[in-house]
């Protein structure tokens, strides 16, 4: 990531998952980590006071601070915690992010569910903003996938967003995307079509999977609001685009590496879904610097 860059990523508005639901991921996390209690944090002394500074070593786009104090404030509500730089901001290695303050022990508990939020979120938000610089200046914009890591939905559909891509559907329930076993089910893309718009009307998104041109002009056809060029190669995305002509949004799936993404923008797709963005995480590195222990 380019230390030149601004220094917030700016995405568009994004809404944080509701309390609750940052909440009770969190509570899991501690459970499977803390467990009846922490047995090492008994070396520390009770009456132990330290002020502890959040440091990141890398370049990267800073995501999760809601799930680090949310960790924080669950294990000790006293833990008195000042963020020095927030989410969506671009740092560079050695950046001072935060500083916890209180009890040692309640901060040496905490550390370790609450970091290891911020990193996997960091790291799905730099990896989002990797993609994206490579089509800048075009008009294709970068989409999630389902493939997140169980139980993170929100929150790394949330970091994608941070690291400035768009989401997909959330899941299953906000939006029809008809695949090739759909259709094989259906009999064909219009029937598939027909039966979704009986069962879900009022759904805004309208999707088919396509593998061929003609199953192109099928979708076409069926009047669906955006289709997904599944394998297509650069002619075949160029030459789908031509025969759509702004009927519906393309959007190209699979063999998309971030080598690639800049030729497939350049075919005037509308979007490109990107798996990798939410489940090749490569965590952030972050420590917590305890000091007057």
Not at 114 to 136: D, K, P, W
């Amino acid at each position: 990531m380019e230390n030149s860059l601004s220094s917030t990523v700016n995405p568009p508005f994004v809404a944080l998952p509701n309390e609750k639901d940052i909440h009770d991921v969190v509570v899991r996390a501690l459970k499977e980590d803390v467990g009846a209690g922490d047995l090492t944090a008994n070396l520390i002394g009770a009456s132990s006071h330290s002020e502890s500074r959040l440091i990141c070593r890398e370049p990267a786009v800073l995501c999760g601070a809601a799930w680090f104090e949310m960790a924080c404030n669950l294990v000790d509500g006293d833990l008195v915690l000042d963020w020095h730089r927030g989410d969506g901001d671009l740092l560079v290695s050695e950046t001072a992010v935060c500083t916890v303050s209180g009890r040692s022990r309640s901060i040496l508990t905490a550390e370790r569910t609450a970091i290891n939020f911020l990193q996997t979120l960091s790291g799905t938000a730099t990896t989002t903003r990797n993609y994206v610089l490579q089509i800048e200046g075009t008009n294709t914009r970068v989409l999630d996938t389902r493939k997140t890591l169980p139980g993170m939905r929100l929150a790394q559909k949330y970091a994608v967003a941070i690291g400035g891509g768009q989401n997909h559907r959330i899941g299953l329930f906000d939006g029809v995307l008809i695949k090739e076993n759909h259709i094989a089910a259906a009999g064909s893309i219009q029937a598939a079509v027909l039966q979704a718009r009986e069962h879900a009307g009022d759904c805004q998104l309208l999707e088919v999977e396509v593998e061929s041109l003609d199953q192109l002009n099928e979708a076409i056809d069926a009047g669906v609001t955006r289709i997904m060029l599944d394998n297509f190669d650069l002619e075949m995305m160029k030459k789908a685009v031509e025969i759509n002509n702004g009927f519906a949004e393309i959007e190209v799936s699979g063999n998309v590496e971030i080598s690639n993404m800049r030729s497939i923008a350049e075919t005037g797709v509308n979007y490109i879904s990107v798996g990798a963005l939410t489940k090749h995480v490569r965590a952030i590195d972050f420590s917590l610097r305890m000091t007057n222990i």
